[in-house]
């Protein structure tokens, strides 16, 4: 039976400023037009960390019956070191996405019912990630569903829901956020390329090959910072975010110097740092714009 330290690990709380992120820019962009609700802020706060963790314990639970994690590198897999049962980790998924629907779902009924329509497609997206007969994370879809879902939704639902529009700080804000969330994923993947080929798991960092995912992880990491050039016809604050460039660049180093497996694991840990610090940065830019 795994210990409460190893459900915390398996829920994968590096991956949590993907949840972070969004929220804090989309509430910065609400900010900037005057539309900030601290609430409905801290409401999206709960669905996005519920949505990332369900993800992960979905992602654990879907991989780990499918053998796909019997040989990995990287944090903790619960099913495939067999510290705890499919059905619990698959219980502990669910638990997450429904925590997530329950508090979306206050949010839709507050703001616009069509908002229910973009929740069940997040859940559908979070499970089917991994799950299903044919899921889309097998067949090199990863990136673009956290780009869209961890980035576009999130971000301008976060403003949505809080201003009840978006603008074009906004959607500059969530193309950023999109790329970081990629990023991070770009670099989980690029790790498991040799187990992901052995497995048939057919990430877009197998697609693509190793050198040119490489060059993908470079490309995602300089968006956010000509966003923020962007975001100086909002306010000059924003180039408050360039402040992070230096955390971008140490997260690229591993990338760019060939490393593999367990070297790129500070690679995942400082791309999500970069995003964050990024994303504090621009929120508090775009709040004092």
Request: with cysteine.
């Amino acid at each position: 039976m795994a210990s409460a330290a190893q459900w915390l690990e398996g829920a994968r709380p590096r991956t949590l400023p993907n949840a972070i992120a969004p929220v804090l820019v989309g509430t910065g962009a609400a900010a900037s037009i005057d539309g900030a609700v601290w609430w409905k802020a801290l409401l999206a706060l709960v669905v996005s960390l519920a949505l990332i963790v369900g993800v992960n314990y979905a992602n654990d639970y879907s991989d780990g019956i499918r053998g796909t994690d019997d040989e990995r590198v990287g944090p903790l897999r619960l099913v495939g070191s067999k510290v705890a049962s499919p059905a619990a980790v698959r219980g502990a998924a669910v638990t997450s996405l429904t925590i997530a629907a329950v508090v979306g779902l206050v949010l839709a009924l507050t703001t616009a019912w069509w908002l229910l329509l973009v929740g069940a497609a997040c859940l559908a997206g979070a499970w089917f990630y991994t799950g299903g007969r044919k899921p889309y994370g097998y067949s090199g879809f990863g990136e673009i569903a956290v780009f869209v879902f961890f980035g576009l939704v999130a971000v301008l639902g976060t403003e949505f829901v809080q201003a009840e529009r978006v603008d074009r700080s906004g959607i500059v804000g969530a193309v950023a956020v999109g790329a970081f969330s990629s990023a991070v994923l770009v670099t989980n993947n690029l790790r498991d390329i040799p187990t992901d080929t052995v497995t048939g798991k057919t990430t877009l960092a197998v697609k693509l090959g190793d050198p040119r995912t490489r060059t993908l992880h470079l490309v995602l990491m300089v968006v956010p910072f000509l966003a923020s050039l962007g975001l100086v016809a909002r306010t000059p604050w924003a180039l408050a975010g360039l402040l992070a460039i230096p955390l971008a660049i140490r997260a690229n180093n591993p990338v760019r110097g060939g490393a593999g497996g367990p070297g790129l694991i500070p690679s995942l840990r400082d791309t999500g740092l970069a995003m964050l610090v990024w994303s504090i940065l621009t929120a508090l830019a775009l709040w004092l714009g």
